[in-house]
Nanobody, 115 residues
Framework: QVQLVESGGGLVQPGGSLRLSCAASGSISSFNVMGWYRQAPGKERELVAVITTFGHTNYADSVKGRFAISRDNAQNTVSLQMNSLKPEDTAIYYC?????????WGKGTLVTVSS
């Protein structure tokens, strides 16, 4: 059983920064994709950024140049550095781990961007 635990959400002013972290535990394949998705009120969950075991990344257009995803394979952790935050970044951010055909999700952490 795989468990994902997120941390780092909170309230930040527009233009500010936050760093989200996610730790995965359990039986995890050596090759996997870890990432972050978010869901704003009244909207569907959307991809924010993902990173493979080999460091290949993919970002949503809306966050390119502002967010940076990284991971530590030895620790099975993934982080999301969020800079120049905007009110439209407000959402619940979910950590995700994809292993072959399996999808695992964290419980989510709330990010609120407001003055």
């Amino acid at each position: 059983q795989v468990q994902l635990v997120e941390s780092g959400g909170g309230l930040v002013q527009p233009g500010g920064s936050l760093r989200l972290s996610c730790a995965a535990s359990g039986s995890i394949s050596s090759f996997n994709v870890m990432g972050w998705y978010r869901q704003a009120p009244g909207k569907e969950r959307e991809l924010v950024a993902v990173i493979t075991t080999f460091g290949h990344t993919n970002y949503a257009d809306s966050v390119k140049g502002r967010f940076a995803i990284s991971r530590d394979n030895a620790q099975n952790t993934v982080s999301l550095q969020m800079n120049s935050l905007k009110p439209e970044d407000t959402a619940i951010y979910y950590c995700n781990l994809k292993v072959v055909s399996m999808d695992y999700w964290g419980k989510g952490t709330l990010v609120t961007v407001s003055s």
